[in-house]
Nanobody
């Protein structure tokens, strides 16, 4: 069982930055493929970024490529999402998720993940 807890959300002006953290419980964190998702008002939850178990491979949605960076520290059981040049359309609840499977599989889909955090609100004002 893995428990996830996000932090670092808040209110920021357009062009600003935030860093989200996701702390994971359990001894198996380094075996988990991790993802960050977001759900904006009236929208479906969508993938933002994903990272392999070792951190050597990453994925970014086109909408955040070049602005967001996903990373992980397996020694600290934590995955991060550095968000720069934020835009009002980045406003959403951000969730981290862990996948038990060791391959990428259908990583863009919500149902590819087995564990979810409670989410953290990010609001970008114009």
């Amino acid at each position: 069982q893995v428990q996830l807890a996000e932090s670092g959300g808040g209110l920021v002006q357009a062009g600003g930055s935030l860093r989200l953290s996701c702390a994971a419980s359990g001894r198996t964190f380094s075996r988990n493929f991790m993802g960050w998702f977001r759900q904006g008002p009236g929208k479906e939850r969508e993938i933002v970024a994903a990272i392999s178990r070792s951190g050597s491979s990453t994925y970014y949605a086109d909408s955040v490529k070049g602005r967001f960076t996903i990373s992980r520290d397996n020694a600290k059981n934590t995955v991060y999402l550095q968000m720069n040049s934020l835009k009002p359309e980045d406003t959403a609840v951000y969730y981290c998720a862990a996948r038990k499977a060791t391959d990428w599989g259908t990583f863009r889909k919500n149902d590819a993940y087995d564990y979810w955090g409670q989410g953290t609100q990010v609001t970008v004002s114009s």
